[in-house]
């Protein structure tokens, strides 16, 4: 009887394991599934999604390609800014925030940019921030990546 009780308690516990493990792999899943998202083809159709209903607010990771730099923006905190064009044509404008993040040193005319943040649309295509981590731990972190570094 004991022998029974002891292989049941132990079934029990590798039962609670494995379902606290697949939990655990889940949660992994998800904080690297928006880096993923942005690797694929289709990476910009939650973005377009947003850009034809001209929603705000929406969390989104794409890429794009750098059709012109801007001068930083220096009121507030301050931003790095620049404008990619996406595969529909779409142009949007990055706003990168340098108080919390790295600038990109090196960015250039063509050069690819992927990032996820947060979209708000506007009439010129709209705009891409939150690029960066939350030091306050209230937001989803963003991020660029440019040239194999990731800036956040």
Same mark, same amino acid.
């Given at each position: 009887m004991k022998? $029974? #009780? #002891? $292989?049941g308690l132990l079934g029990i516990a590798l039962f609670g394991y494995l379902d606290k493990n697949a939990q655990?792999?889940?949660i992994v899943q998800n !904080? *690297?599934?928006?880096?993923? !998202?942005?690797?694929? /083809?289709?990476? /910009?159709?939650? &973005?377009?999604?947003?850009?034809? /209903? @001209?929603?705000s607010n929406v969390q989104v990771a794409g890429y794009g390609n750098?059709?012109?730099v801007l001068s930083d923006d220096l009121k +507030?905190? @301050?931003?790095q800014r620049f $404008? #990619?064009?996406i595969a529909s044509g779409?142009? &949007? &404008? !990055?706003?990168h925030n340098i108080d919390l993040a790295p600038r990109i040193n090196s960015l250039n005319i063509g050069d690819t940019v992927k990032f996820y943040? !947060?979209?708000? *649309?506007?009439?010129?295509? +709209?705009? $891409? =921030?939150?690029?960066? =981590?939350?030091? @306050?731990g209230q937001h989803i972190g963003g991020w660029l990546k440019h040239n194999g570094s990731t800036y956040q």
């Open positions: 022998k $029974i #009780l #002891l $292989i655990t792999t889940q !904080v *690297f599934a928006a880096d993923t !998202v942005a690797t694929n /083809n289709d990476s /910009n159709s939650a &973005l377009q999604n947003a850009i034809d /209903n @001209r929603q750098v059709i012109k +507030g905190s @301050r931003h $404008i #990619l064009k779409t142009t &949007l &404008l !990055v706003a943040g !947060v979209y708000e *649309f506007n009439n010129k295509g +709209g705009v $891409i =921030h939150w690029t960066h =981590h939350d030091p @306050r």
